[in-house]
């Protein structure tokens, strides 16, 4: 088992950052995938970035490459994105989740076994 918890979510001008962070108990953390997803209103959860068990391999959506950042710091059993270059679009419910497969690429939701309780990030215009 392992339970995640969000924070870093707020309300931010356009061009600003964010940086939120998902801390993890259980066991075993550095043997999980970790990824990021987010939620509009109305809208299905879509995939925003993931990073192997190590932190050495990434992958992001289209829509955030260049501008977001995932890491991880195993020592402290936290993952975090860094969110640069805010735009409105990016107003959702962030979630983090964790995929028992340690390689990094899954983008499905259906392939993440563990969900964090979601934080709510508002870019205003």
């Known amino acids: 088992q392992v339970q995640l918890v969000e924070s870093g979510g707020g309300l931010v001008q356009a061009g600003n950052s964010l940086r939120l962070s998902c801390a993890a108990s259980?066991?075993?953390?550095?043997?999980?995938?970790m990824g990021w997803f987010r939620q509009a209103p109305r809208k299905e959860r879509e995939f925003v970035a993931a990073?192997?068990?190590?932190?050495?391999?990434?992958i992001y959506a289209d829509s955030v490459k260049g501008r977001f950042t995932i890491s991880r710091d195993n020592a402290k059993n936290t993952v975090y994105l860094q969110m640069n270059s805010l735009k409105p679009e990016d107003t959702a419910v962030y979630y983090c989740?964790?995929?028992?497969?340690?390689?990094?690429?899954?983008?499905?939701?259906?392939?993440?076994?563990?969900w964090g309780q979601g934080t709510q990030v508002t870019v205003s215009s």
């Open positions: 989740a964790a995929d028992r497969a340690p390689s990094g690429s899954a983008i499905n939701v259906l392939e993440y076994d563990y």
């Open positions: 259980g066991r075993a953390f550095n043997q999980y995938s």
């Open positions: 990073t192997n068990w190590s932190g050495g391999s990434t």
